[in-house]
């Protein structure tokens, strides 16, 4: 068990290593050796404190920047759009119609020759609409 004493906000992120050697009782010939490195973290109350400390300085950072940018710069029109776009509904209904039309090699089709489509091609518009 390794134990850090000194326990302060300054020593945060700094890196020790330990090395740990293994070695027989009657030898003192090291069978092997491991360096471990190891980082001192705040706890998670203690993250959870700094990140609303930060979240509370970027806020009144951003308040005032945009309190600047109003009044400086003139506000764009600009309209949010929901949903897929326009591309690609038009994507997945033509890769969902090559999925519908005939296989190469049906013989009895209403749809004529070079509307047949061969497995690689339905197996590329199946992968574009998953």
Known sequence: VIRHRDVRASYYGAIDKFRLQVSEQS??????????????????????????????????????????????CQPENRTASSGPSLLTVFLGIV????????????????????????????LVAAYVLG
Do not use: D
Not at 38 to 67: C, D, G, N, Y
Not at 95 to 121: K, R, W
């Open 95 to 122: 890769c969902i119609a090559a999925l519908m039309l005939p296989t190469l090699g049906e013989v009895e089709s209403l749809v004529p020759l070079y509307l047949h489509l061969s497995v690689n091609q339905k």
């Open 27 to 72: 030898q003192r010939k090291a069978l092997g050796k491991k360096e471990i490195i190891a980082t001192l973290l705040p706890s998670a109350k203690e993250q959870q404190q700094q990140k609303e400390e930060e979240e509370k300085r970027i806020k009144e950072h951003l308040a005032e920047s945009v309190f600047f940018e109003q009044t400086l």
